[in-house]
């Protein structure tokens, strides 16, 4: 009990303001349960050491006091001892990238005799599947030929026969790979959408003298978005 006045330190059972201020004194230094026995033994003194009544009243006034002290300095006392704390908020997020996948299938032109006048024409199916709202454009570019506007070239060994990809029926609108201008566009819906290549060998590119064999192209489809 360092430092505490003397009248905290031995108050008289009738000196209940003293009894307090010891109480009180005690907390704040940290001597109240080091000093616990004294407390509980003054009070058995406090009952037990007098029969005067005049006394005894006032020693029951300061033991009330006393026990009032040592309520409030408890209370106070656990409000001091709960933690702090504090508190912050952080953002969790992600993005989404848009991703779109395009298959395709074989444009099969058949099996055709040498010195065929007439057009030969086939298709090749497409499908594209892009996230819904997604705007993309799809071109085709010949693996033989560098040309970016449609035209193709079917190779088997030195020899060659030319044919070209459209983007219609009627073989007027040349599906190429510069995105945006020869390319056909849409918009994903999150299925997958249908798109046909329409090729086309031109009547007379295959003349009489056109070595036989099996002529292949191996086209690249790509899906810009």
Known sequence: MKNLPQAFVRPSP????GLKGYVTAAADTGDLTRNHHFFVNYLRKTFMSTSNTT??????????????????????GGMD??????????????????????????MAFGTVSAGTASAVNATSALSVTCPSGQAYNVGVQSGNNASTTG??????????????????????TAF?????????????????????VYGQVAGGAIPLAQVAGTYNDNVTVTVYY
């Open 55 to 76: 006394t005894l009243i006032t020693r029951k006034r300061a033991a009330i006091a006393a026990a009032v002290a040592l309520a409030t300095v408890g209370a106070a």
């Open 81 to 106: 001892s709960a933690l702090a704390n504090n508190s912050t908020t952080f953002t969790a997020s992600i993005t989404i990238q848009a991703s779109c996948t395009v298959s395709a299938g074989a």
């Open 176 to 196: 190429g790979n510069t995105s945006g201008t020869n390319t056909v566009a849409g918009t994903g819906t999150g299925s997958a959408q249908a798109i046909t």
């Open 151 to 172: 035209a193709g070239t079917l190779k088997s060994g030195a020899n060659t026969i030319a044919y070209a990809m459209y983007q219609d029926t009627n073989h007027t």
């Open 14 to 17: 009738e000196n209940s303001s």
